[in-house]
């Protein structure tokens, strides 16, 4: 069982993150964003207070898979995204994707001049 997950967007930001982590932490990527809103049909309800309907981005689901499994796994979970709008959204995106019943505590986490 992995203690803590960490979820962050590049793998290369996941390798340096890992290195400043012990091993009580799993370093994933996102690899940028997850969802989007469809491109094949109206995307808005506009019925429903303009409610959007997001779906798993092409070539993105098993990286939603993997996140889920481990998310299920993990006793904390750590979105630690870029600290920007961009990142924010990436990070309510996974959160949006990979919550359950079983999902654990979760935290947003910012880094700044580590990578």
Not at 16 to 27: E, H, M, N, P
Not at 41 to 50: G, K, L, T
């Amino acid at each position: 069982m992995t203690k803590n997950l960490v979820i962050v967007e590049s793998p290369a930001k996941a390798r340096t993150v890992s290195r400043y982590l012990g091993k009580d932490f799993q370093v994933e990527a996102s690899v940028g964003h997850i969802r989007d809103l469809p491109s094949k049909e109206m995307a808005v309800d506009i019925d429903n207070n303009f409610t959007p309907s997001y779906v798993i981005m092409p070539g993105k689901k098993s990286i939603v898979q993997n996140l889920k499994k481990l998310a299920r796994n993990a006793e904390n979970i750590y979105l630690a995204t870029d600290p920007d709008r961009e990142g924010e959204a990436i990070s309510w995106h996974i959160l949006e994707s990979i919550s359950s019943s079983k999902t654990p505590p979760t935290q947003r986490v910012v880094f700044h001049e580590i990578t």
